[in-house]
T-cell receptor
Framework: AQSVTQPDIHITVSEGASLELRCNYSYGATPYLFWYVQSPGQGLQLLLKYFSGDTLVQGIKGFEAEFKRSQSSFNLRKPSVHWSDAAEYFCAVGSGAGSYQLTFGKGTKLSVIP | DTGVSQDPRHKITKRGQNVTFRCDPISEHNRLYWYRQTLGQGPEFLTYFQNEAQLEKSRLLSDRFSAERPKGSFSTLEIQRTEQGDSAMYLC????????????FGPGTRLTVT
């Protein structure tokens, strides 16, 4: 069964600083990978997805992520963080094996210092 | 596109009572998913529908839980004889059948069982 690990429970960065959130997955074949963001009281919003092809994917709000098969990683990056980026970020994997469920990590809470 | 809506947003109930939640997906979407999110965890898959057919159920979905999507539009999730362990955020998502991993989430229903 697939699994997702987000090693960092909470990260604090200064506004304008760069950001990298880590995600490691466990899955036998090429996975479908996702990053979602959840603001307090809100549902999850899809930031970006990777299915195949170019391993660097661009998403909304200036986020990007890079798929590294050798490291089983799909880290999320942003060059300059804004205060409005403070939220919880979830990495997820879909198996693509006839099941459409997503398996999520436990999330990383991002705090932004003005 | 008005997004996925869920009702109610919050529900407080006493242990042993039955509760029902409603999800209205994005109107063009024919797949609908239910997830549960407990504090400090990522969402966990419960079940999904394609039109009115329930095609997959997680082992998390005990016999006290039942979900329906009678006309292939809105869905309900009922929990019978609630237990304190049922306290969680219940999230609904929807997608097109041919883009099943692009799941759009609603704001969730937060259930508190006292």
């Amino acid at each position: 069964a697939q699994s997702v690990t987000q090693p960092d429970i909470h990260i604090t960065v200064s506004e304008g600083a760069s950001l990298e959130l880590r995600c490691n997955y466990s899955y036998g074949a090429t996975p479908y990978l996702f990053w979602y963001v959840q603001s307090p009281g809100q549902g999850l919003q899809l930031l970006l997805k990777y299915f195949s092809g170019d391993t660097l994917v661009q998403g909304i709000k200036g986020f990007e992520a890079e798929f590294k098969r050798s490291q089983s990683s799909f880290n999320l990056r942003k060059p300059s963080v804004h205060w409005s980026d403070a939220a919880e970020y979830f990495c997820a994997v879909g198996s693509g094996a006839g099941s459409y469920q997503l398996t999520f990590g436990k999330g990383t809470k991002l705090s932004v210092i003005p | 596109d008005t997004g996925v809506s869920q009702d109610p947003r919050h529900k407080i109930t006493k242990r042993g009572q039955n509760v029902t939640f409603r999800c209205d997906p994005i109107s063009e979407h024919n797949r609908l998913y239910w997830y549960r999110q407990t504090l400090g965890q990522g969402p966990e898959f419960l079940t999904y529908f394609q039109n009115e057919a329930q095609l997959e159920k997680s082992r998390l979905l005990s016999d006290r839980f039942s979900a329906e999507r009678p006309k292939g539009s809105f869905s309900t999730l009922e929990i019978q004889r609630t237990e304190q362990g049922d306290s969680a955020m219940y999230l609904c998502a929807s997608s097109f059948w041919d883009r099943s991993y692009e799941q759009y989430f609603g704001p969730g229903t937060r259930l508190t069982v006292t």
